[in-house]
């Protein structure tokens, strides 16, 4: 049965350049969307840019510029990393998108409707790095968790969104699975959260303290905070405010939300409360991913380790393959990881160029000086089973969100037919039995372009290159070797 299916990474702030994490959580995302598309589901996949905010507007001013000129300008590496990528989105949200405006609007009125809207004046410790309040327990040691500066004492009048409406609610629903955090252990973490009792949260801020960012329906004075802006980009992108055209994932199919760790409160708590106030559908599922480290340290520009997607990309003379490799097998989804050069080039070597390239230049050399063409089926009884076993795999992998699992089962798979080859020996069976050689060969034809439909899930222009050689059944190198520049 097939499901309509709404893929969505979080909206990346335009205040810098793209960098490693952000690119991990797009190709897992994509990963998914790709594999949902496989299993015959109705997707739409969803990435952006978050294009408010004091950081934004502070910026601009020290630049001198218009300060949607510098968002304008901001936004395109984002869009730019997509198609680097080899990213399948749908679409692409701007938060400046007036179609966006229009639809967190209508949020806001459905949320005042309900009575969880007031005005209150308040002091708060606000971090201008985050765009958030903290309370005095969320500091570490009186600074930001997040960029260990020592937050401004900001004392406004704002709308506040009564969250702690919706504590007991939120905790029920994630402790039922309703609202799915994966992997687990995230799960407990927000589920104490909810139970401790959320707290209510500033919901906009004055026009004076920021002039950027989207009005507050019915109040010139205000603007809206971050979450009924940035959060509702979501169901915004699908036509929220403007058609129906959202009730198709909203309503009727399932919602999968891809984020950092860093924003899980903001997804699993503020968010579905602001839905639950404006009486829509939750999200099914929120995946959470964690952070990624270079040669140990903290990725920073004074230490020189900061890891450019697009320039790795480029070493690879623009296949994008190798840095999906790594980012999805080599980082367990939900687990913090490091991207070493050493490591990267020990995985590319030893998985796509020894590995798989090495399998699929072997099996269509044989193909092509026995003159074997693809079969419709695998004869081979066992072959066929082991074949069909791995799909299995991948998909009971990819229902949880374990994509690095689901990618080792490929490179299994590909063990497999490296191993089968070497214990039936071909090139000895042939100076005997020329048919039965032939019959093996186009078995493990047949499962190559299985495969191939697999393998574009994780790893799209291979899979691309794949089909193109086995429709041609020309041998070709899909992963030259590649030794680490020192």
Partial sequence: MSTNRLITTSIAYVNGAPHIGYAMELIEADAMARWSRARGNS??????????????????????????????????????????????????????????????????????????????????????????????????????????????????????????????????????NTLQILPEF???????????????????????????????????????????????????????????????????????????????????????????????????????????????????????????????????GGNPDPLRCFLLAEVPFGRDADFTRKRFFELYNARLANGLGNLFSRVLTLAKKGNVTIPDAIIDTNLSEAIQQIKNTIDDHMQVCELHYAL?????????????IDRKKPWILVKTDVEATQSMIADWLCALEIMAHEIAIFLPDTGAKMFEALNNLEPVILFPRKEMEQ
């Fill in 408 to 420: 080792e089962a490929l490179f299994t798979a590909v063990e497999y037919l490296n191993h089968d």
């Fill in 186 to 316: 995230r799960k407990n973490e927000i589920l104490q959260l909810a139970k401790e009792g959320l707290k209510d949260i500033s919901f906009s801020r004055p026009r004076a303290v920021l002039p950027w960012g989207i009005d507050v329906p019915d109040d010139p004075d205000q603007v809206m905070y971050v979450w009924c802006d940035a959060l509702s980009n979501y169901i915004t992108a699908v036509g929220f405010g403007q058609n129906d055209n959202w009730q198709q994932y909203w309503q009727d199919g399932e919602v999968m939300h891809f984020i950092g760790k860093d924003i899980l409160r903001f997804h699993a708590a503020i968010w579905p409360a602001m839905l639950l106030a404006a009486d829509l559908p939750l999200p099914k599922k929120i995946c959470v991913h964690g952070f990624l480290t270079s040669e140990g340290h903290k990725m920073s520009k004074s230490l020189g380790n900061v890891v450019d997607p697009f320039a790795i990309v480029e070493e690879f």
């Fill in 43 to 176: 997707t739409f996949f969803l990435t952006g840019t978050d294009e408010h905010g004091s950081k934004i507007y502070r910026e601009a001013k020290k630049e001198g510029i218009d300060t949607q000129t510098m968002t304008d300008r901001n936004a395109k590496p984002f869009r730019a990393l997509c198609d680097t990528l080899a990213i399948s989105i749908d679409d692409f949200i701007r938060t400046t998108d007036e179609r966006h405006k229009i639809g967190a609007r209508a949020i806001w009125e459905r949320i005042k409707a309900n009575g969880d809207l007031e005005y209150r004046e308040f002091e708060g410790l606000y971090c201008v790095g985050c765009e958030t309040f903290y309370t005095e327990k969320e500091l570490l040691d009186g600074k930001c968790p997040n960029h260990l500066t020592t937050p401004e004492v900001l004392t406004e009048k704002n709308v506040f969104f009564k969250l702690s409406r919706y504590s007991e609610q939120i905790a029920q629903l994630i402790e039922s």
